[in-house]
């Protein structure tokens, strides 16, 4: 009969318990900040002179922009203590990252396009460097996807997904200089997304958002970390019974 | 000094590969003429100096893609990678050794490519020529290293592009702007900068693309 | 030289060596044996450094250089000839007296009359003889061999036995294969792998 104190048990590795902040607080921590944030962004902000109501998107697009850029530096401080350490859990870890990382950019994209066309009447704006590195980026870790998914579970698959989690950072400044670079031979600048000019409730309100968009990317972060683990460990459960 | 003996000695068997089996270079060749083909019916009629600098850099680029994604096919198909990787050399070598020879083909693709559209289209300058030897250095350093880890995989040569375009941007930038700017020294520097950058990075982690 | 503990290996959902234990020392000839599917390919692998194992340990009292395998694929360039093979091996392992050497190995697995063709042009028997020349050429001190005998023929095989005979005691072995009886005079130890 399988008992936890059993043989078989003693080959399941576990799952960890570290000094870690509990999910739920966490869970809760997020709603009250996001509802915090919207509630700034919303009826305390003060309206922007020149962009009227359209510009508060900017507090969640900046926002969600570090975030992204948050995510994509954990992807790559874990692939490196994966490449250091040979530890399974910091593969995963990063893949949580890159895969947070890709929801946040997308989420980038959208609002940035949506204030392009409440702003200049266009759902696309070549001219913003923020938007197209991070077009450049999402393309660069959709394809870490493709790379994940063609390989089988295994040391070859966290290698060469921590490689390239790896490659990505050290893309983000080459590409923003190279972005930089492309404006004087692409085109002039016309449109631009200017962010407000900080002082007094922008400033708190901003902070706000950015506190709040990083609590929450943490909590999905932790959630989806979470279920992963679960299911490597449902997985081992079954084999030691099979 | 012995690793570069060893980088000599791949790259020697790799070059003698490609001479033996003679289907790479003969298809970049062809390759690069079609697609100048195709440009000038797919471009209005007298195009701008400017948009063919960029379409040659977009054929570059692919006919690059062409020969990168046949560069580790004999250590895939014949499993030669293992007999490599046994061997007390470095891994980097192995990375460094494929990227010359590649970057010989390519240079040799480009020797014919660029009179070419210099007779099609419009003449080059000096400019252009020295950022094709940079960017030519950049491509064969990253698409050399994603081509191996293209080819553990199951996707394999559909991977490739996808994994090299993102990474390929900062060269095009680089040596479109070289090519077309009234000061192309900025952009040089550039492809300098992210040669000796992505250099450095796959030389340091080719290791961990070979092992398993 | 080799300890193994409490080895396993998965490739994805697939378990395909678990718990396995061994102790190969210095001079000592261990025997694998098993069916299809085993996992005899990829312990070996495991033994070699070609592979890292899932689960357990692995420890090895030998450097990368002093290793020699042969696996299912002779891991020689087809486009390449014999002799170019084992040139471009030969540079690798820093082989010293890297021509005698190479002469004396082709002589020795009757490759020397063609060793200026194309491995492609070979018949399978004759790859194996050149896989087994690569296997040698740097006088390794642990040869892991996998089915060595599979892909001989029979001037192969008794070329092997007698390179067997003459190492045997001097370098370790570990070999995988589906005839153990041929190997019983030499084997120090044996290792049945279950499916």
Same mark, same amino acid.
């Not at chain 2, 096919?73 to 050794?97: F, H, K, N, Y």
């Not at chain 3, 194309?118 to 390794?140: D, F, I, N």
């Given at each position: 009969?399988?008992?936890?104190?059993?043989?078989?048990?003693?080959?399941?590795?576990?799952?960890?318990?570290?000094?870690? %902040?509990?999910?739920?607080?966490?869970?809760?921590?997020?709603?009250?900040?996001?509802?915090?944030?919207?509630?700034? =962004?919303?009826?305390?902000?003060?309206?922007?002179?020149?962009?009227?109501?359209?510009? @508060? %998107?900017?507090?969640?697009?900046?926002?969600?922009?570090?975030?992204?850029?948050?995510?994509?530096?954990?992807?790559?401080?874990?692939?490196?203590?994966?490449?250091?350490?040979?530890?399974?859990?910091?593969?995963?870890?990063?893949?949580?990252?890159?895969?947070?990382?890709?929801?946040?950019?997308?989420? /980038?994209?959208?609002?940035?396009?949506?204030?392009?066309?409440?702003?200049?009447?266009? &759902?696309?704006? &070549?001219?913003?460097?923020?938007?197209?590195?991070?077009?450049?980026?999402?393309?660069?870790?959709?394809?870490?996807?493709?790379?994940?998914?063609?390989?089988?579970?295994?040391?070859?698959?966290?290698?060469?997904?921590?490689?390239?989690?790896?490659?990505?950072? /050290?893309? %983000?400044? =080459?590409?923003?200089?190279?972005?930089?670079?492309?404006?004087? %031979?692409?085109?002039? =600048?016309?449109?631009?997304?200017?962010?407000?000019?900080?002082?007094?409730?922008?400033? /708190?309100?901003?902070?706000?958002?950015? =506190?709040?968009?990083?609590?929450?990317?943490?909590?999905?972060?932790?959630?989806?970390?979470?279920?992963?683990?679960?299911?490597? @460990?449902?997985?081992?459960?079954?084999?030691?019974?099979? | 000094?012995?690793?570069?003996?060893?980088?000599?000695?791949?790259?020697?068997?790799?070059?003698?590969?490609?001479?033996?089996?003679?289907?790479?270079?003969?298809?970049?060749?062809?390759?690069?003429?079609?697609?100048?083909?195709?440009?000038?019916?797919?471009?209005?009629?007298?195009?701008?100096?400017?948009?063919?600098?960029?379409?040659?850099? !977009?054929?570059?680029?692919? $006919?690059?893609?062409?020969?990168?994604?046949?560069?580790?096919?004999?250590?895939?198909?014949?499993?030669?990678?293992?007999?490599?990787?046994?061997?007390?050399?470095?891994?980097?070598?192995?990375?460094?050794?494929?990227?010359?020879?590649?970057?010989?083909?390519?240079?040799?693709?480009?020797?014919?490519?660029?009179?070419?559209?210099? !007779?099609?289209?419009?003449?080059?300058?000096?400019?252009?020529?020295?950022?094709?030897?940079?960017?030519?250095?950049?491509?064969?350093?990253?698409? $050399?290293?994603?081509?191996?880890?293209?080819?553990?995989?199951?996707?394999?040569?559909?991977?490739?592009?996808?994994?090299?375009?993102?990474?390929?941007?900062?060269?095009?930038?680089?040596?479109?702007?070289?090519?077309?700017?009234?000061?192309?020294?900025?952009?040089?520097?550039?492809? !300098?900068?992210?040669?000796?950058?992505?250099?450095?990075?796959?030389?340091?982690?080719?290791?961990?693309?070979?092992?398993? | 030289?080799?300890?193994?503990?409490?080895?396993?290996?998965? *490739? #994805?959902?697939?378990?395909?060596?678990?718990?396995?234990?061994?102790?190969?020392?210095? #001079?000592?000839?261990?025997?694998?044996?098993?069916?299809?599917?085993?996992?005899?390919?990829?312990?070996?692998?495991?033994?070699?450094?070609?592979?890292?194992?899932?689960?357990?340990?692995?420890?090895?009292?030998?450097?990368?250089?002093?290793?020699?395998?042969?696996?299912?694929?002779?891991?020689?360039?087809?486009?390449?000839?014999?002799?170019?093979?084992?040139?471009?091996?030969?540079?690798?392992?820093?082989?010293?007296?890297? #021509?005698?050497?190479?002469?004396?190995?082709?002589?020795?697995?009757?490759?020397?009359?063609?060793?200026?063709?194309?491995?492609?042009? *070979?018949?399978?028997?004759?790859?194996?003889?050149?896989?087994?020349?690569?296997?040698?050429?740097?006088?390794?001190?642990?040869?892991?061999?996998?089915?060595?005998?599979?892909?001989?023929?029979?001037? #192969?095989?008794?070329?092997?036995?007698?390179?067997?005979?003459?190492?045997?005691?001097?370098?370790?072995?570990?070999?995988?294969?589906?005839?153990?009886?041929?190997?019983?005079?030499?084997?120090?130890?044996?290792?049945?792998?279950?499916?």
């Amino acid at each position: 009969m399988w008992s936890p104190s059993s043989p078989a048990a003693a080959t399941i590795p576990d799952v960890g318990r570290t000094a870690r %902040i509990p999910l739920p607080a966490l869970a809760a921590a997020s709603l009250v900040l996001v509802t915090t944030a919207l509630v700034l =962004v919303f009826f305390v902000a003060p309206t922007d002179a020149n962009q009227g109501f359209s510009q @508060r %998107i900017f507090y969640f697009h900046v926002s969600i922009a570090i975030t992204a850029y948050a995510c994509f530096a954990g992807a790559a401080w874990k692939a490196f203590r994966y490449l250091s350490k040979r530890d399974p859990r910091a593969d995963l870890e990063s893949y949580v990252c890159v895969h947070q990382g890709v929801i946040f950019g997308t989420l /980038v994209l959208l609002t940035g396009s949506i204030w392009a066309k409440i702003s200049w009447g266009r &759902w696309w704006l &070549w001219s913003s460097d923020q938007l197209v590195l991070f077009l450049v980026l999402f393309l660069f870790y959709c394809a870490y996807f493709m790379l994940r998914f063609s390989l089988d579970p295994g040391p070859q698959r966290a290698n060469l997904s921590a490689v390239y989690a790896l490659f990505g950072v /050290v893309l %983000i400044p =080459v590409s923003f200089a190279a972005i930089r670079l492309a404006k004087d %031979i692409i085109h002039p =600048v016309v449109f631009t997304l200017h962010g407000p000019n900080f002082g007094g409730w922008i400033l /708190v309100t901003y902070c706000v958002a950015q =506190v709040a968009m990083l609590i929450l990317a943490y909590t999905l972060y932790r959630v989806e970390l979470a279920g992963k683990l679960l299911d490597g @460990r449902l997985r081992e459960l079954s084999e030691v019974l099979a | 000094m012995s690793y570069f003996r060893d980088v000599g000695a791949l790259a020697r068997k790799d070059l003698l590969l490609e001479l033996r089996a003679r289907d790479t270079l003969p298809a970049m060749l062809l390759f690069v003429a079609s697609v100048f083909v195709v440009f000038h019916f797919a471009l209005p009629a007298s195009p701008s100096r400017l948009a063919t600098i960029g379409l040659l850099w !977009v054929a570059i680029l692919f $006919t690059a893609l062409l020969g990168l994604g046949r560069a580790f096919v004999p250590e895939r198909e014949q499993r030669t990678m293992d007999g490599l990787v046994l061997t007390p050399c470095d891994r980097s070598a192995i990375w460094l050794a494929k990227s010359l020879a590649t970057l010989a083909f390519l240079a040799a693709a480009e020797v014919v490519a660029l009179p070419l559209y210099a !007779v099609f289209f419009h003449p080059i300058g000096g400019a252009t020529v020295a950022a094709v030897v940079l960017a030519d250095i950049g491509i064969c350093a990253v698409g $050399t290293f994603l081509g191996a880890m293209a080819v553990a995989t199951r996707a394999r040569d559909l991977l490739l592009p996808l994994l090299f375009l993102p990474l390929a941007i900062p060269i095009v930038v680089g040596a479109v702007g070289a090519s077309v700017a009234a000061s192309p020294a900025r952009y040089l520097g550039f492809l !300098v900068l992210y040669d000796a950058l992505f250099a450095v990075v796959c030389w340091a982690s080719f290791e961990y693309v070979v092992a398993e | 030289m080799l300890i193994a503990r409490r080895l396993g290996r998965r *490739y #994805g959902e697939k378990r395909v060596l678990r718990g396995i234990n061994l102790e190969l020392p210095s #001079g000592g000839f261990l025997v694998v044996t098993g069916a299809n599917g085993s996992g005899k390919t990829t312990l070996l692998r495991i033994c070699a450094g070609l592979a890292q194992p899932t689960e357990g340990t692995i420890e090895r009292s030998v450097l990368r250089a002093q290793v020699g395998y042969l696996g299912h694929e002779p891991l020689v360039y087809r486009e390449l000839t014999a002799f170019e093979n084992l040139e471009l091996y030969g540079r690798l392992y820093r082989v010293a007296e890297r #021509g005698e050497r190479i002469g004396m190995l082709l002589e020795r697995f009757g490759l020397w009359d063609v060793r200026h063709e194309r491995v492609a042009s *070979y018949s399978r028997g004759m790859t194996q003889r050149l896989a087994l020349c690569r296997v040698l050429l740097h006088e390794p001190e642990l040869l892991v061999l996998d089915e060595p005998y599979s892909a001989l023929d029979e001037a #192969g095989a008794e070329l092997l036995d007698a390179q067997l005979a003459e190492l045997r005691g001097e370098r370790t072995f570990l070999l995988a294969t589906h005839e153990p009886a041929r190997l019983e005079p030499f084997a120090t130890g044996r290792l049945a792998l279950a499916a």
